[in-house]
């Protein structure tokens, strides 16, 4: 019996584009921005400042000077809330009506300071409420130190959760990502970016 919901955000909760990410790079002068940035999981500077190895502030003056210039901190803001798309209303009225039924509610992240400077604030969701309203636990990449598809980041959330993989459904729209997570034991949906999922889980959690 199923428990635990635990999601990803871009890509689910949040619909990204990482077109629009590597074109707000670019003009920021990163010219080779498809080098450093992936729809997943990030390497180089972009995967230090996820896995917290770097702060906020140590990756702007890295990025400032790959590009030749000083960068300001809401310059790289807006270039990685590049990848926020948009938060479909119906995937956060599918959040509310998921806990109202009971279900732990966790979210299971890769991200870093930049984006979460917009997810923490009351900006998330158009004006009323963050991302932390939404969810009973937050396990972010840049905070817990691993990322995606690391099996010690799903196995921090169990510990800290005290909770068991197979009473759990790990929601993620990557594949690498899912398949560590089948392995530990728990049950997996992976919807499309952008897809509505909100009809496949109710269909999974009345199995």
């Known amino acids: ?7 990803d955000l871009g890509g689910v909760i949040m619909t990204i584009s990482h077109d629009e990410a590597l074109r707000r790079f670019k003009e920021l002068g990163l010219t080779d921005a498809e080098r450093h940035l992936d729809p997943y999981t990030q390497s180089g500077i972009f995967g ?11 990756f702007r003056s890295s990025l400032s000077r790959l590009v030749g210039r000083e960068l300001t901190f809401d310059e790289c803001k807006h270039a990685w809330l590049g990848y926020r798309k948009d938060v479909p209303k119906r995937n956060l009225d599918a959040l509310k009506d998921l806990r109202s039924k009971g279900y732990r509610l966790i979210l299971l ?8 400077s917009w997810a923490l604030s009351n900006d998330f969701d158009g004006g009323t409420a963050s991302l932390e309203d939404y969810f009973d636990s937050l396990y972010l990449s840049y905070r817990i130190g691993r990322m995606k598809p690391d099996p010690g ?20 729209d990557g594949p690498r990502n ?20 909100t009809g496949v889980l109710s269909e999974s959690l009345s199995k």
Not at 109 to 116: I, L
């Open 1 to 7: 019996m199923i428990k635990n919901i635990i999601f």
């Open 48 to 58: 230090d400042v996820e896995e917290g190895k770097i702060t906020a502030e140590e």
């Open 109 to 116: 992240s890769n991200t870093n300071p930049f984006m979460m």
């Open 153 to 172: 980041f799903f196995q921090a959330v169990l510990d800290n959760e005290r909770i068991f993989p197979e009473e759990s459904l790990f929601v993620d």
């Open 178 to 197: 899912i398949e560590a997570a089948r392995k530990l034991g728990f049950m997996t949906l992976c919807p499309e970016n952008g897809s509505d999922w």
